[in-house]
Nanobody, 115 residues
Framework: QVQLVESGGGLVQPGGSLRLSCAAS????????MGWYRQAPGKQRDLVVT???????NYADSVKGRFTISRENGKNTVYLQMNSLKLEDTAVYYC?????????WGQGTQVTVSS
């Protein structure tokens, strides 16, 4: 079992920044990739970015150049630095961990971009 706890969401004005955190615990040795996804009201859950155990990343085109994923292995934590936020970035952001057995999701954290 892997447990994921997200934090860092909130309300921000357009052009502002937020940093999300996702702390993993449990059978973390099985994790080979982690990522962030988001779901806006009435829409499907979409990829934001993923990072593999070797550091390879895959960003959605809509966030390239604005969002940055990083990880702190010693703390089993993944971060999402979000800059130049836009209204359309408003969504619930979910952390995901991929393991050899199954995928795990966090509970989600709300990000609202509004003036």
């Amino acid at each position: 079992q892997v447990q994921l706890v997200e934090s860092g969401g909130g309300l921000v004005q357009p052009g502002g920044s937020l940093r999300l955190s996702c702390a993993a615990s449990g059978s973390i040795f099985r994790i080979y990739a982690m990522g962030w996804y988001r779901q806006a009201p009435g829409k499907q859950r979409d990829l934001v970015v993923t990072i593999t155990s070797d550091g390879s990343t895959n960003y959605a085109d809509s966030v390239k150049g604005r969002f940055t994923i990083s990880r702190e292995n010693g703390k089993n934590t993944v971060y999402l630095q979000m800059n130049s936020l836009k209204l359309e970035d408003t969504a619930v952001y979910y952390c995901k961990a991929d393991t050899t057995r199954r995928n795990y999701w966090g509970q989600g954290t709300q990000v609202t971009v509004s003036s």
